[in-house]
C-alpha cells in the first residue's frame, strides 16, 4: 500500500489483559519502527525490524512487550498483562533503507486505553 | 474530548505572521535532525530535515536552523496558514543509529 496501516484505530483492554497492534508498512519498505506516544506529547522509541529480523530493540520493555514482523503478514506489537501506564498511542513507522536520512512514514497510530 | 499534551507549550500566531517554534536537544553525538508536524489524530509527518553540517536548511515556507554550540534547533515557518495548525515535534539521531529522539512538542496556533 502507499501508506502505512495501522489496526485497530482504538483498542480498551481491562488491567491485565492483553493488547495486541497490527502495522502494515509501505510495499517495498524494508524497515518498521514502533514509537509509543504518551500523553498526546512524549514519544519514545521502542522497536524496530529490518524485514522480519530485529534491528534495534533498545527502547522495548524487557517484560510484557513483543513485537513480530513475520513474512507475508502485518508486523504486530503485543502487550501482555497491560498495566494502566500503557494507556497511549502506539505509532508505527516505515523507511525504504536503513540510512539516517531515508524518511520515515507513520501511520495514524492506535489508540491503546487500559482501564 | 481530547486529552492533549497537557503541559504542550502553545505559539498562538496571526494569518500571514511568520512563526519560529525552538527545540533544544540534548545529544551532542546527534548529527541529523528532523522537524515533524502532526495533526491531531494523525502521526508525525516530516517537514524538514537537517545534517549537522550545516546551520540552515530552506524548503517551501519553512527553515531549519541550527545551532550546535549551544544545541538548538529552530524551525520557523514563513506567512502562517490556518493549515500549519498542529504540534510540531523535533526530533534527533545520529549516524549508526535509526531510532529518533523526539523533543517535547510546541503547539502551533494560527488565528484567522
Known amino acids: 500500500g502507499e501508506e502505512v496501516a495501522q489496526t485497530p484505530k482504538h483498542l480498551v483492554r481491562g488491567e491485565g489483559q492483553k493488547a495486541k497492534l497490527y502495522c502494515a508498512p509501505i510495499?517495498?519498505?524494508?524497515?518498521v519502527f514502533w514509537y509509543q506516544q504518551v500523553l498526546k506529547n512524549e514519544f519514545k522509541f521502542l522497536i524496530s525490524?529490518?524485514?522480519?529480523?530485529?534491528?534495534?530493540e533498545t527502547g522495548m520493555p524487557k517484560e510484557r512487550f513483543s513485537a513480530k514482523c513475520l513474512p507475508n503478514s502485518p508486523c504486530s506489537l503485543e502487550i501482555q498483562a497491560t498495566k494502566l501506564e500503557d494507556s497511549a498511542v502506539y505509532f508505527c513507522?516505515?523507511?525504504?533503507?536503513?540510512?539516517?536520512?531515508?524518511?520515515?512514514?507513520f501511520g495514524s497510530g492506535t489508540q491503546l486505553s487500559v482501564l | 474530548g481530547e486529552n492533549v499534551g497537557l503541559h504542550l507549550p502553545t505559539l498562538s500566531v496571526q494569518e500571514g505572521d511568520n512563526s519560529i517554534i525552538n527545540c533544544a536537544y540534548s545529544?551532542?553525538?546527534?548529527?541529523?535532525f528532523i522537524w515533524y508536524k502532526q495533526e491531531s489524530g494523525k502521526g508525525p509527518q516530516f517537514i524538514i530535515d537537517?545534517?549537522?553540517?550545516?546551520d540552515k536548511r530552506q524548503g517551501q515556507r519553512v527553515t531549519v536552523l541550527l545551532n550546535k554550540t549551544v544545541k538548538h534547533l529552530s524551525l520557523q515557518i514563513a506567512a502562517t496558514q490556518p493549515g500549519d495548525s498542529a504540534v510540531y515535534f523535533c526530533?534527533?539521531?545520529?549516524?549508526?543509529?535509526?531510532?529518533?529522539?523526539f523533543g517535547s512538542g510546541t503547539r502551533l496556533q494560527v488565528q484567522p
Open positions: 513507522a516505515s523507511s525504504q533503507g536503513k540510512g539516517v536520512e531515508e524518511k520515515l512514514f
Open positions: 510495499k517495498g519498505h524494508s524497515y
Open positions: 525490524f529490518q524485514n522480519e529480523n530485529v534491528f534495534d
Open positions: 545529544n551532542s553525538a546527534s548529527d541529523y
Open positions: 537537517i545534517r549537522s553540517n550545516m
Open positions: 526530533a534527533e539521531t545520529y549516524t549508526g543509529r535509526r531510532a529518533l529522539t
